[in-house]
């Protein structure tokens, strides 16, 4: 489960991240962006990388949020030990309601 929560995330994520490189870059010339007034010292194709991989994070953060928010109240209050296996006093134990 935990192999497809990844992909249901990373998979939209990369997508978006490929659709916003080529939005932005259709726009913008790399070799005329600076970082705080001084002109980047990369090659152009070194710009696209970092652009795709932090487009890449924004979009699996957001995924991930989305993600996160959609799960059900039985997944957020399932308690992942075997009833025989939960401590004293656990509300989730055998036997108590």
């Known amino acids: 489960m935990l192999s497809h929560r990844l992909m249901w995330i990373l998979w939209p994520a990369f ?7 080529m939005m932005v870059f259709a726009v913008v010339d790399p070799s005329e962006l600076s970082w705080f007034g001084q002109p980047l010292e990369l090659s152009r194709q070194g710009i696209y990388t970092l652009a795709f991989f932090a487009f890449w994070v924004c979009a699996t953060v957001s995924s991930g949020l989305t993600t996160l928010l959609a799960r059900s109240p039985f997944e957020v209050n399932r308690c992942p030990l075997p009833p025989a296996g939960r401590p004293d006093g ?5 036997g108590c309601s």
């Open 90 to 94: 656990c509300p989730k134990q055998e």
């Open 15 to 21: 997508l978006v991240a490929g659709v916003l490189e």
